[in-house]
């Protein structure tokens, strides 16, 4: 982990639920950084985790033991925070200022516009937009001759596109992306995975997604599998191919697990 620039890194993260018999071990002791300008995809078969790993690295949800620190240079050195360490004020707040969210179902507010939408985070912060970076980021999305539209006026992968740029308006140090494609069809997905992959190439961006889809995590720098909680694996410069390939045998070996426990 040595000269790894980590934008979000988690120790020892571990999530349970329930007790007795319905004890669920969810996350079992992960730990894991996730490159600054780096796009991270989060892969495992159904259960594995997944979810609650972003839920927890986002402050979304809090561990049962373990730390998750937000490690923004743009900060500098006092941009390093540990989530448990916050109340939760304090945790909106790193959230709204710090932390972009793209989820599958867009996730728009219906009487705004897209641009007011766009700017949501800006406002509720009580920052202006800075319109150079706000126009690139308008251009980068295509979404020039939308600004005025209200989400039901807009495609789903339009409606994904206005969410994108919200979540890189306020220039975070990471952007969580939870199945960002999952309610799109091909052509809409690519125009979105397309737009991730710019936000990482040319403007700099850190993201994590969760994704189910290999052709989706074929536009990761590194894709991470997750199974029984645990990370198990990973690719660099992943091709949909290689991961569909160790997602099989990942869900496979669940598959056998929960056969095994059925039988005994
Ligand atoms: N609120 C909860 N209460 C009890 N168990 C939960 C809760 N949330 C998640 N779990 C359990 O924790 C485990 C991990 O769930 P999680 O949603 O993180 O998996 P996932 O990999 O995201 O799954 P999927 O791909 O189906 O969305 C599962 O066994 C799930 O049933």
Not at 2 to 28: H, I, M, P
Not at 173 to 198: I, M, N, Y
């Amino acid at each position: 982990m040595t000269n790894f620039d980590a934008a979000v890194s988690a120790e020892d993260l571990t999530k349970r639920y329930g007790s007795g018999d319905a004890l669920v071990t969810a996350l079992d002791a992960v730990t894991v950084a996730f490159g600054r300008g780096e796009l991270t995809a989060i892969m495992g078969p159904s259960g594995s985790g997944k979810s609650t790993l972003m839920h927890c690295l986002a402050g979304l949800d809090t561990p049962t033991a373990g730390r998750v620190w937000l490690d923004g240079s743009r900060h500098g050195d006092a941009g390093r925070v540990e989530l448990s360490g916050l109340r939760d004020d304090a945790l909106t707040a790193l959230r709204r200022d710090r932390m972009g969210f793209v989820f599958q179902a867009f996730n728009l507010l219906p009487t705004l516009t897209a641009w007011e939408n766009i700017t949501l985070p800006l406002d509720l912060a009580g920052r202006r937009p800075d319109q150079s970076f706000a126009d690139t980021v308008i251009d980068a999305v295509g979404l020039r001759n939308r600004l005025h539209h209200r989400p039901a006026q807009l495609s789903g992968g339009q409606q994904q596109r206005v969410a994108c740029a919200r979540a890189l308006i306020s220039r975070p140090d990471v952007v969580f992306a939870d199945e960002p494609t999952g309610a799109l069809d091909s052509r809409a997905g690519a125009e979105v995975l397309g737009f991730l992959r710019r936000s990482v190439d040319e403007l700099a961006q850190t993201v994590v997604m969760v994704t189910h889809d290999p052709v989706a995590a074929s536009y990761a720098d590194r894709v991470l599998f997750l199974a029984d909680g645990k990370i198990v694996d990973e690719l660099r410069e992943p091709s949909a191919d290689r991961v569909l390939d160790r997602i099989r045998s990942l869900e496979s070996a669940a598959r056998g697990t929960r056969t095994v426990g059925v039988g005994a």
